[in-house]
């Protein structure tokens, strides 16, 4: 660090480039109490700023769907939450073009990018749940001392979530309504899975150093910490909406917020990273270890522990255990993937129409997985002036991955950074960026029908 101080060009270009931020360039000036007690003293701040945000944008109250439920019973949200600007109707906004839509700033608040809790901090950041439950179980704190996550609860994955498998189709869920942790995994899964299998699961489970979480003064944690998991965020092979910031954009104003997809489906894809550029699950294991929990700056993760896993066992291992994770049941499709109508309410039969119709959800979203496997540019940009929100520059999203449907209930918020809170918030969101008109009625058919994938 003194050595780093004495070269001020360095740390100029450093801060030019997008390498370090103000706050990181803090941290090179500071010993660790005093810059634990600095963002200590800032976190109440950064948090009320969030919290506005979400305030000003969204309709964040518990207003459950009557009768719909995620796999292990958690109720739904439903409505739309993103707040219109005032004046405004859905509908108006429909028969906009995006040119007017940009032109007389209408575009809503809660469709431009969601910033992370703190954007100039960045970094992992978990659920308070899966925090208590790790705790419980381990005496792993996964606490932050510098900032909390921020989306209520009942908005976000049931947890902890089930697991299925596609060898044990017929065990259901295989979590027992546990979280799956190195506690409990062997005595969960050893009749299970196979040796080679249940090797893979454990290193899923195993904690290896990070960018916030490690044993250095270069963390966000109170104490030196041992690291994070591929299931702290993917908790029981799904999510538990973990948020992060790309390691793979710069300067940071521009790097994005991360949702936490699910692991569920993940032998049908064949897309990875938060570029796509990764064309295995291999790949991206391995990526994840050596770059990504460093937000892509391999001199931080040497001095910082990296682990290197060995590609033809341990990589291996673990894709593989990865590849089990199903989706979950979807009792009323049949073997295409659609509705089997004897079994579906007239709602979900319209909104299928809808789907494969006027809506164009299947030229993206192709059964019976209801993904591509590609990535699409929704140039949303058409709608908005750029602008920084809360430390983060909303300009373009450029291309985005198509995940599957299947499951959608179960992984909200939606899109890539979690701007959106339910499915009609998707719905809205799609039907001014395709420009497609639908009706109130056809949004809720559209609605129902997605609740069935």
Known sequence: MKRLKSVPWLLGFALSAGVLSAAALAAVEEDFPTLMKRLIQEKPRFAKRQQDL????????????????MSRGKPVQQGVRVRLPAGTTWDQLAAMTPEDIKRRKLWPAGFLPLPHPHHEAGGMVFPR???DE??????????RFDLDFDLPQHLLPEFPAPIFLTTRKDLGDVSQGQLVTLDNFESLFKDILNPKQLEGLRLLLTPFPQQQFNLTHD???????????CLDCHANGHTNAATHTVGDIRPNEHR?????????GLNIQRL???QRALKTVEDFTEFEQRAAYFDGDPVAAQRKGVNVLERGSQVHFMAEFQALLDF???????????????KATQAEVRGQKLFFGKATCATCHTPPYYTD???????VERFYDETTINGRRASTDGPIKTFPLRGLKDSPPYLHDDRLMTLEDSVEFFNLVLGVQLTAEEKQDLVAFLRTL
């Open 134 to 143: 790790m705790r419980r179980q381990t005496g792993r704190d996964l606490t």
């Open 219 to 229: 963390r966000r944690s109170e104490r030196p910490h041992t690291g994070v998991a």
């Open 129 to 131: 749940p899966q925090i």
């Open 256 to 264: 994005r917020r991360i949702d936490t997809p699910t692991l569920r």
């Open 54 to 69: 979400l305030a000003q944008r969204y309709d964040l109250a518990d207003r459950p769907a009557p009768g719909v439920t």
């Open 272 to 274: 990875f990273g938060s």
């Open 373 to 379: 496997n590609l990535m699409h540019d929704l140039r």
């Open 328 to 342: 979950p049941p979807a009792p009323k499709l049949n073997l295409y993937g659609k509705l089997d109508e004897a």
